[in-house]
């Protein structure tokens, strides 16, 4: 008995599959036939037998069977050839014969006296599916290594046999490629499977191919997931670790981020900087300017509007200002204004020598400059005349401009009349305020005794309180006084009698809307003035265009007055931002600041020698910016090398809080000093310890400036950092990986399976740091469907099941459950492969083994496509199985299928069993083509052919079924010889047929209906 006629029930088409099974895999393909050749008549593989050897080299050539010859005891084929050719010989074996007649009867009949034996030996005994007899006992030559693929063939020593092919035996852990056994979790030839070797410098773990680095690099992953050798101590995207990228500016420095700047610039913090044009790092880090402050050269400056100078601390506009006329520091001379960046004189004056004269009035320059009228004579309208001064009288008064802050005016009271209260032989001159001013007027320089007294609009005497004769010490007048906006005129006269030329100085000075207090003490000292602003500011300071409300203060100086420094001051005395202005009539610089300390302002300024007109202000830098205050106001020089600030003298060089300025306050870092050497911040901190950013850090362990300020250590996600003698240290819980800063299970992450950046291709994932697909074995299959398809990959599933075809399959392999019902069909399971040498094979148990294949196919046409088909399986759950012929790597997949009715209504188209088992279908719509010998009827039936694969007996039913049956069975299609049943006791309307089957014999099996009944049936068959 041949234990390969498990197979006959798919040999129509098999043989149509392996027909179409190429050669191209030879010699390392080494297919297993569809048919295997097992001494039968004839060679059932195929047309051509893609083995190897690759034909029959038996004798006869195609009875490849062992023995090749019937060697009965004693031998019932003794002719030559080897089998009879003769009478039949009568077979003398025990028992007697096949069927115990003189002569062999089995079927077919062996001894025929044809030229080939194709019988069975009706001497050798049966064998258990699977085995095969060889000399005295059955084994299974899958896996006998004396009997290896065939009786007879032992497999050598150090050899083993798998899948009926010897190879060499490996030991545990290790796999056959080729003639080698390897290991392929380590091997760089043979890594993960067969033929994969690592490229150079890669070596091969856990199945995979990894760099390997030189020291000091490394392997890092890149995010794109290709391993690279990287030096750890220097590259600045992999800075003493995987991963920790340093910032954008930074270097990496012996494995640690640090902050490298160019030439010209400090590391203040994370960025390097250029701490002369800085803002926020103004001449030293930290230092920053105050809003509407930008940094030049180091210090901060001002911020100027459109068509303003930065002049000093000042913000000017250079077409107007007469102390910065066109460019910074170019003042007017007295008595001229600016006008377009140029110095010129008020309207109806000419410029003669350095001062501004009105040639229609001037005796000394009368018409022209340095023309002088003789005694006696006055100059009108430019011309020396003899008589009163055309403005001896209020009416012919002389219009005093009022363009500049000082005046200064020739004239003579010589034959002038005597018209107000104050002396005698007066003259005058005009002036209109339309602001509230200090008005100021001096005689000094003048050949006489002179008085000066202020009128009013009508002309008519004077103003109560300001006549004035001999001031300062001398004949001269000097006169000062506050008027609200109107008309006045200056009165100039002669104590007495006295008359003569004269000079007259006219100055003024605006003073705002709030209080005006008189300064009368120019004395060396410090003086302090408490007040407050309210209301609404007139006055726009020069420093900054001041809303606020402000306060006035003014004094006059006498000839003999000395050059005087002075400094006021409103420095920690307000709560509110003020500004500070000092003006003098006769000095073109006005001396403004604006936040000299703070929000609040000193300034220090020197007053010029002489007589003249001053004031001081007190304003506010917004609307807003007023109330209460004290001003500090200090006459006389600070000592050598020290400078006002506030209202004290300070040495700019040393003192931390004027620090090369004053205001200048150098800050300490958190944690450490300051010192001010030679007037810059000097900032230092403890051994072993930086400046950043305001604070000391200890670099060697701080992690948020570990090494250089500003290197922050990353934690991987998941994981923790810390910073180690100034490097960055990752680490992550125990049984995690980082992983381009994440901490990664690599147990277990399909994204990092085994090792960082080994990715499971979908749909497997990863366990135990393998990926494995969710149907990797059998025992886990996906459900799968006839008709739909199925697509995967098998490029990281392992290799689990191995096939009796495609080299044992020893490929990659994933698994499917199908459910078929058991209905006459043909079904065909196709499957195409993408990148590698598929094998498609079906198991009808969990096992997948060999033992449980129902087909296997490697090469259906081309290497990338395999094809089974299963003609009318049984009733229930068969796995098919994507493989891969031999060691290959795997990859992509399509498996798809179809079913085709087999029209086992007829007696030429029965459908072939050839294994127990449960099949369905209906008889409804067939036609009444038999009737059994127990129930003759009308009913429609169906055609089942069975071949039985051992001697014994086989049993039928229909339990089940949906109606009443009938069944016969018989040698000949449609007879009933063997058996006929319709109701069976126990079983109601169901039928049953026992009967003694020969091996090899077909029978056939009527599904039929008592009378005229059809419907859906279920066929039962068992004894196989």
């Known amino acids: 008995m041949k234990s390969q006629n498990r197979l006959w029930w798919l040999v129509p088409a098999l043989l149509a599959t392996a027909c179409g099974d190429s050669n191209t895999n030879t010699p390392i393909d080494n297919d297993v036939p ?72 089995g079927s077919p009949a062996d001894d025929t006296g044809g030229a080939v034996d194709a019988g069975e030996r009706p001497d050798v005994p049966s064998c258990p599916s699977g085995q095969s007899f060889c000399g005295t006992s059955c084994v299974d030559t899958n896996t006998d290594n004396t009997n290896c693929g065939t009786c007879g063939v032992a497999c050598p020593a150090g050899q083993a046999c798998q899948v009926g092919v010897c190879r060499l035996s490996c030991a545990a852990g290790q796999s056959l490629c080729g003639t080698a056994c390897v290991t392929l979790d380590s091997d760089p030839g043979n890594c993960g499977t067969c033929g994969t070797a690592c ?32 030096d750890a101590l220097t590259d600045a995207a992999n800075c003493g670790a995987c991963g920790n990228a340093c910032a954008t500016g930074q270097s990496c420095v012996a494995g640690a981020c640090r902050l490298v700047c160019p030439a010209g610039q400090t590391a203040c913090g994370t960025v390097c900087v250029d701490t002369a044009t800085s803002d926020a790092n103004c001449g030293a880090c930290g230092t920053a300017c105050a809003a509407g402050q930008s940094c030049a050269a180091g210090v901060c400056r001002r911020n100027c509007g459109a068509g303003e100078t930065l002049c000093g601390d000042a913000c000017v506009v250079t077409a107007t200002s007469s102390t910065n006329c066109g460019r910074c520091n170019n003042a007017c001379p007295a008595g001229q204004s600016c006008a377009a960046g140029a110095c010129v004189c008020p309207a109806g004056q000419t410029l003669c020598g350095s001062a501004c004269i009105d040639t229609a009035t001037s005796v000394a320059n009368c018409g022209v400059c340095g023309r002088a009228c003789t005694a006696g004579q006055t100059c009108t309208a430019g011309a020396c ?24 005016i020739t004239g003579t009271t010589t034959n002038a009349t005597t018209n107000a209260d104050c002396g005698g032989g007066d003259v005058y001159y005009r002036f209109t305020l339309t602001r509230r001013e200090v008005v100021y007027v001096d005689t000094f320089g003048s050949g006489y005794d002179t008085e000066l007294a202020f009128a009013p609009a009508s002309g008519v005497g004077t103003i109560a309180g300001t006549c004035t004769d001999d001031v300062c010490g001398g004949a001269e007048s000097q006169l000062a006084r506050v008027l609200d906006p109107g008309s006045y005129y200056v009165l100039v006269s002669g104590f007495g009698t006295n008359r003569g030329a004269f000079t007259l100085h006219f100055q003024h000075l605006p003073i705002g809307s709030g209080a005006v207090t008189q300064i009368t003490s120019l004395a ?34 006498c000839p003999a007055f000395a050059a005087t420094q002075f400094n006021a001051a409103t420095c920690g005395a307000a709560t509110w931002d003020t500004v500070l202005e000092q003006r003098s009539a006769a000095r073109a610089a006005n001396v403004c600041n604006d936040d000299g300390c703070g929000a609040q302002s000193t300034i220090t300024g020197t007053l010029a020698a002489g007589a003249g007109l001053h004031t001081l202000y007190v304003d506010g830098y917004g609307a807003a910016s007023l109330g209460a205050y004290t001003l500090s106001l200090t006459f006389g020089t600070c000592p050598t090398g020290q400078n006002f600030c506030g209202s004290a003298c300070v040495n700019l060089q040393t003192s931390a809080a004027n620090c090369g300025a004053c205001g200048t306050v150098c800050t300490p870092p958190t944690g450490g000093t300051v010192t001010c050497m030679a007037g810059a911040c000097v900032r230092a901190c403890p051994a072993g310890q930086l400046n950043c950013g305001g604070t000391c850090r200890a670099v060697a362990t701080d992690s948020a400036n570990c090494g250089a300020c500003g290197t922050v250590c990353v934690a991987p996600a998941g994981g923790t950092t810390s910073c180690v003698a100034g490097g960055c240290v990752a680490a992550c819980p125990a049984g995690q990986t980082n992983c381009g800063g994440t901490c990664r299970n690599l147990a277990t992450d399909s994204a990092n399976c085994g090792a960082c950046g080994a990715a499971c ?3 497997t994932t990863c366990s135990a740091r393998v990926c494995a697909a ?4 059998c025992a886990t299959p996906a459900t799968y469907a006839i008709g739909a398809t199925a697509t995967g990959n098998t490029t990281t599933a392992q290799n689990n099941h191995v096939s009796s075809c495609g080299n044992g399959g020893t490929g990659r392999d994933v698994a499917y459950a199908v459910t078929l019902n058991g209905s006459p069909n043909a079904y065909t399971f196709t499957s195409t492969t993408t990148g590698f040498d598929g094998v498609l094979h079906v198991h009808n148990a969990a096992a997948c083994a060999t033992t449980d294949e129902v ?58 069993i050839s294994r127990n088992g449960r099949y369905t279908g209906t008889t409804v719509g067939r036609a009444n083509n038999s009737s059994g010998t127990c129930s003759a009827n009308t009913a429609p039936d169906v055609v089942y052919a069975i071949t039985a694969t051992r001697a014994g007996t086989i049993t039928v039913d229909t339990v089940g079924s949906g109606f009443d049956t009938t069944l016969y069975v018989g040698t000949t299609c449609g007879g009933s010889t063997l058996g006929c049943n319709d109701d069976t006791a126990g079983l109601g309307l169901q039928s049953r047929v026992a009967f003694a089957a020969t091996a090899g014999a077909t029978y056939y099996v009527i599904v039929d209906g008592y009378s005229a009944n059809s419907g859906a049936y279920v066929l039962n068959v068992s004894g196989l």
């Open 774 to 777: 969710p149907n990797e074995t």
């Open 34 to 105: 569809v048919a295997k050749d097992t001494g039968d008549q004839t060679d059932l593989g195929g047309a051509v037998d893609s083995g190897n050897p690759a034909t029959d080299a038996g004798n006869p050539t195609t009875d490849n069977g062992t023995p090749k010859t019937d060697a009965g005891s004693p031998a019932d084929d003794t002719g030559s050839p080897a089998d009879d050719t003769g009478s039949p010989v009568a077979d003398a074996g025990s028992p007697a014969d096949d069927t115990g007649g003189a002569t062999d009867a």
């Open 385 to 408: 005349v003899a008589g009163a001064p055309a403005n001896d009288l209020p009416a012919g008064a002389v219009v005093v401009s009022l363009a500049t802050p000082s005046t200064t």
């Open 199 to 230: 490229p150079t410098g890669q070596m091969c773990s856990a199945g995979r191919c990894a760099l390997t680095c030189s020291s000091p690099r490394t392997v890092c992953t890149t995010p794109a997931g290709v391993m690279t050798c990287v």
């Open 524 to 557: 060396a000292g410090t003086q302090t003035f408490a007040g407050t602003t309210a209301g609404v500011g007139t006055i726009t300071q020069s420093c900054t265009a001041a809303a606020g409300p402000e306060t006035s203060y003014w004094f006059t100086t």
């Open 855 to 912: 087909a296997c196919n490697d090469d259906n046409g081309s290497t990338t496509s395999s094809r089974v088909v299963l003609t009318n399986p049984p009733a229930g759950t068969y796995l098919v199985v994507q493989d891969g012929f031999a060691l290959n790597g795997g990859g992509a997949f399509s498996l798809t299928s179809s079913a085709a009715a087999i029209n086992n209504d007829l007696c030429a188209t029965p459908a072939a």
């Open 761 to 763: 291709v979908a749909p």
